[in-house]
């Protein structure tokens, strides 16, 4: 729902009515992941895609017999249906989309939603969408960290189920989960979706150089919360890094320090040092592969990073330390430009962080989605 989100509050604080598809489950080579979402106004604008064109068209003419009926719909959409070619998922795959009527009555508490996600402010949306008691399904619970609004129909199945939810909100996970009727964590009849949102994921670029102009720009476009370093005022300005959000005049390592012991460091957090200096990677790169992230990648010719390794070394870093270093950094995409080598940074985290392999796809056979 991130990426309808301000659309549909725009709609909601407007007093309109929208029906809300959102992808809760997936299986094999599906082609959205869970918590893509497409909403459909009353005037018939269409905002988001559950498919990528698969089955928006089947989606779009649920929705407004949802938003008519008043009763949410769980539909299953896949290549092992008879259907499923009608609608048009030929793709491969199966997806299960949550079908909603969405309004200031079905769900009051959108407003506080978009405060905290707006603020920075993790946050879970709840939603029964399965369940033997009809009544129950629809029935939604917000979760934040430190307190919880609604109720999903008894104590017991919230107690159960916040617990759930806030480990998947600690990950950014977002997920559907099975229960027994009343939160029976090993009974069957009842399917929760624990949508998740939190912060954006921070992408920190040490090195105020062309190539993390570029860096930024490619940060930015894929999401990433960017703030570029360098210990050099006089390269280090906000005129030259217009896509970071932030531009920070400090030492790398001292900076990266303060930020981890901030708790502002996450396992989601990616590390690009683009400075290639020893004075600046040595310190920094000490410091980023001891924490618990998701990419530490350093730039340099293979000279350099050979160097690079036994400098750090000499300063007592572990070879199960080193392993975590991606350097020279990137995939091989041949780059020479700034933008290309961008794009080669992004492929490497994008790969890492969903087991890619970097290949060409027509090279491979098999699933292309995990």
């Given at each position: 729902?991130?990426?309808?989100?301000?659309?549909?509050?725009?709609?909601?604080?407007?007093?309109?009515?929208?029906?809300?598809g959102?992808?809760?489950?997936?299986?094999?080579?599906?082609?959205r992941a869970?918590?893509?979402?497409?909403?459909?106004?009353?005037?018939?604008?269409?905002?988001?895609?559950?498919?990528?064109?698969?089955?928006?068209?089947?989606?779009?003419?649920?929705?407004?017999?949802?938003?008519a009926?008043?009763?949410?719909?769980?539909?299953?959409?896949?290549v092992?249906?008879?259907?499923?070619?009608?609608?048009?998922?030929?793709?491969?795959?199966?997806?299960?989309?949550y079908?909603?009527?969405?309004?200031?009555?079905?769900?009051?508490?959108?407003?506080?939603?978009?405060?905290?996600?707006?603020k920075?402010?993790?946050?879970?949306?709840?939603?029964?969408?399965?369940?033997?008691?009809?009544?129950?399904?629809?029935?939604?619970?917000?979760?934040w960290?430190?307190?919880?609004?609604?109720?999903?129909?008894?104590?017991?199945?919230d107690?159960?189920?916040?617990?759930?939810?806030?480990?998947?909100?600690?990950?950014?996970?977002?997920?559907?989960?099975h229960?027994?009727?009343?939160?029976?964590?090993?009974?069957?009849?009842?399917?929760?979706?624990?949508?998740?949102?939190?912060?954006?994921?921070?992408?920190?670029?040490?090195?105020?150089?062309?190539?993390?102009?570029?860096?930024?720009?490619m940060?930015s476009?894929?999401?990433?919360?960017?703030?570029?370093c360098?210990?050099?005022p006089?390269?280090?300005?906000a005129?030259?890094?217009?896509?970071?959000?932030?531009?920070?005049?400090?030492?790398?390592?001292r900076?990266?320090?303060?930020?981890?012991?901030?708790?502002?460091?996450?396992?989601?957090?990616?590390?690009?040092?683009?400075?290639?200096?020893?004075k600046?990677?040595?310190?920094?790169?000490?410091?980023?592969?001891?924490?618990?992230?998701?990419?530490?990648?350093?730039?340099?010719?293979?000279?350099?990073?050979?160097?690079?390794?036994?400098?750090?070394?000499?300063v007592?870093?572990?070879?199960?330390?080193l392993?975590?270093?991606?350097?020279?950094?990137?995939?091989?995409?041949?780059?020479?430009?700034?933008?290309?080598?961008?794009v080669?940074?992004?492929?490497?985290?994008?790969?890492?962080?969903?087991g890619?392999?970097?290949?060409?796809?027509?090279?491979?056979?098999?699933?292309?989605?995990?």
């Amino acid at each position: 729902m991130h990426d309808v989100l301000d659309e549909l509050y725009k709609r909601w604080s407007d007093g309109e009515t929208v029906g809300l598809g959102t992808v809760v489950s997936t299986f094999s080579s599906a082609p959205r992941a869970p918590g893509a979402a497409m909403l459909v106004a009353e005037d018939g604008e269409v905002v988001g895609s559950v498919s990528g064109g698969c089955v928006e068209g089947a989606v779009y003419e649920l929705a407004q017999e949802v938003v008519a009926e008043r009763k949410p719909v769980l539909q299953r959409y896949g290549v092992s249906d008879d259907d499923a070619f009608a609608v048009g998922l030929t793709c491969g795959g199966i997806i299960d989309i949550y079908v909603e009527r969405v309004d200031q009555q079905t769900m009051p508490e959108l407003a506080e939603v978009v405060d905290s996600v707006h603020k920075g402010q993790p946050v879970a949306v709840v939603t029964v969408i399965q369940h033997e008691d009809t009544t129950r399904v629809g029935r939604h619970m917000i979760v934040w960290p430190d307190r919880t609004e609604g109720t999903l129909g008894s104590a017991r199945v919230d107690d159960a189920v916040v617990d759930d939810a806030r480990g998947l909100l600690a990950t950014g996970r977002t997920a559907t989960l099975h229960y027994g009727l009343e939160g029976e964590r090993r009974g069957e009849g009842m399917a929760v979706f624990v949508n998740s949102f939190e912060p954006p994921p921070r992408m920190l670029v040490f090195g105020a150089i062309d190539f993390a102009a570029a860096m930024a720009k490619m940060g930015s476009y894929l999401g990433f919360q960017v703030t570029v370093c360098d210990a050099r005022p006089v390269f280090a300005t906000a005129s030259r890094f217009p896509d970071a959000d932030e531009v920070i005049v400090d030492w790398p390592h001292r900076y990266l320090k303060a930020e981890a012991e901030a708790g502002r460091i996450d396992r989601r957090t990616v590390v690009a040092v683009l400075t290639h200096d020893p004075k600046f990677d040595v310190p920094l790169l000490e410091v980023a592969l001891r924490l618990d992230i998701g990419y530490v990648g350093a730039m340099g010719s293979r000279r350099t990073h050979d160097d690079r390794l036994d400098r750090l070394r000499e300063v007592g870093m572990t070879e199960a330390e080193l392993d975590r270093l991606a350097s020279p950094i990137g995939l091989d995409l041949g780059a020479r430009t700034p933008e290309e080598t961008a794009v080669s940074i992004a492929a490497e985290i994008i790969a890492l962080r969903w087991g890619g392999g970097g290949r060409r796809l027509a090279e491979l056979s098999g699933r292309i989605h995990g």
